[in-house]
């Protein structure tokens, strides 16, 4: 993985004004992905979108790290409902347009 594609969470948690420690906790809960490169912790570009949601949902809406735990849950859930929903419109679509 290149630099380029990492955030320093130091500087992620500045700009957010999110502490260190609950990027850790989010990481060792399995909610986002961490890369360490010399003994420096970095975000990965594409754990941005999920990891801006989860600061706001703990900073915003004061919700615990397992209550977020939860909400990412069901969310998963409602989403593989949402795309198996998609699945079977699509397939019921080829006995409507006959």
Not at 9 to 32: D, K, N, P
């Amino acid at each position: 993985m290149q630099t380029a594609q990492l955030i320093a969470t130091e500087i992620f948690c500045t700009h957010y004004q999110a502490e260190v420690s609950f990027i850790r906790t989010l990481h060792q809960s399995g909610l986002i992905e961490l890369v360490v490169v010399d003994e420096t912790e970095f975000i990965p570009e594409d754990e941005l979108r999920k990891l801006e949601k989860l600061v706001r949902l703990h900073y915003d809406l004061h919700i615990n790290v397992e209550g977020i735990e939860t909400i990412n849950h069901l969310l998963s859930k409602i989403e593989i409902m949402q795309q198996e929903m998609l699945g079977l419109r699509n397939r019921l679509s080829i006995y409507e347009e006959e």
